[in-house]
């Protein structure tokens, strides 16, 4: 699952100053000082290890990410004022800023593996308002909804297979089944990302004329670091918009077997209609960061 220290208090939410206090006065070794100020008094605050599904198996030996854990602090006021920050709302990087508020370890944030920023977020997410998620699902046979919580804690995390990689080098192979065409992909990071939803923001005009999502095929041209050898850009994405759709469902397929992540499902039940799904996607609302209260 995606791990913390064990110690964390699940559930109870301190404030700021009932943390510090309490703190101090145990002089926790979790105990850290800020870089940041209010009225130019340092921050205290209490951190936690989180390992990354990555193990920072990925990342190169230079990277402080290759240690396979990243310290973060808990979330406090000011968190939640970036939570609610509406400007960042609508420019849809509300929660890069959460993370980036939170995390403490000295890293580049755009280098965080995919999986690895989705495992800080379920963390950043049980340090501050614990485990238990609660979420209206609706069912996907009958279409009635109900109520669920969640256990975070629960997720497993989706490790690297043996084999598939070399230490140090984000970088895997595969040969398409149709086309027999060898190709090498990557995990994609936090700044692939932003670059892809950069990128379909512009292509949104066109696909609001045309009617066609092409988020499928420009996240595969990110992935893709090489054709047969071949590793010119322009190159790659002619070859992914002639791609066929077996070669493509294969690969997509591979990718989500050996990158690492963070296994966000659930065993759902239907209250209803009795249908039941072992591994049912979590659903991201509001309220996973919002709670009831």
Not at 86 to 97: A, E, P
């Amino acid at each position: 699952m995606t791990k913390v220290s064990d110690n964390y208090p699940a559930g109870q939410h301190l404030s700021d100053e009932d943390l510090k206090q309490a703190l101090i006065a145990k002089h926790s070794s979790g105990v850290k000082k800020s870089e940041e100020f209010t009225n130019s008094e340092p921050t205290t605050f209490h951190t936690e290890i989180v390992t990354l599904p990555s193990k920072g198996l990925l990342y190169e030996e230079s990277n402080p990410l290759s240690s396979g854990q990243l310290e973060m602090k808990y979330m406090t006021a000011k968190e939640e004022d970036i939570l609610t920050s509406q400007n960042l709302i609508k420019q849809g990087v509300v929660i890069d800023k959460l993370l980036q508020s939170l995390i403490v370890s000295k890293i580049k944030y755009d280098d965080l593996l995919v999986g690895d920023k989705n495992a800080i977020l379920v963390a950043a997410r049980i340090l501050a308002y614990g485990k238990d998620y609660d979420v209206e699902v609706a069912c996907p046979k009958c279409g009635e909804k109900s109520n669920h919580t969640i256990d975070l804690a629960s997720f497993d995390e989706k490790e690297i297979k043996e084999g598939t990689y070399e230490k140090g080098v984000n970088q895997f192979w595969f040969e398409l089944p149709a086309s027999k065409s060898k190709i090498s992909f990557k995990c994609l990071t936090s700044g692939d990302e932003k670059a892809i939803e950069n990128e379909l923001k512009g292509l949104r005009k066109i696909s609001k004329l045309t009617g066609v999502d092409p988020e499928m095929t420009t996240r595969l041209k990110y992935i893709i670091t090489s054709v047969d050898g071949n590793t010119d850009l322009a190159h790659i994405r002619k070859f992914v918009d002639g791609m066929l759709s077996r070669d493509s469902l294969a690969l997509r397929k591979y990718v989500q077997e050996v990158i690492p992540d963070v296994k966000m499902d659930f065993v759902f039940e239907c209250p209803h209609c009795s249908h039941e799904d072992l591994s049912m996607a979590m659903p991201l609302t509001v309220s996973f960061f919002w709670p009831r209260a």
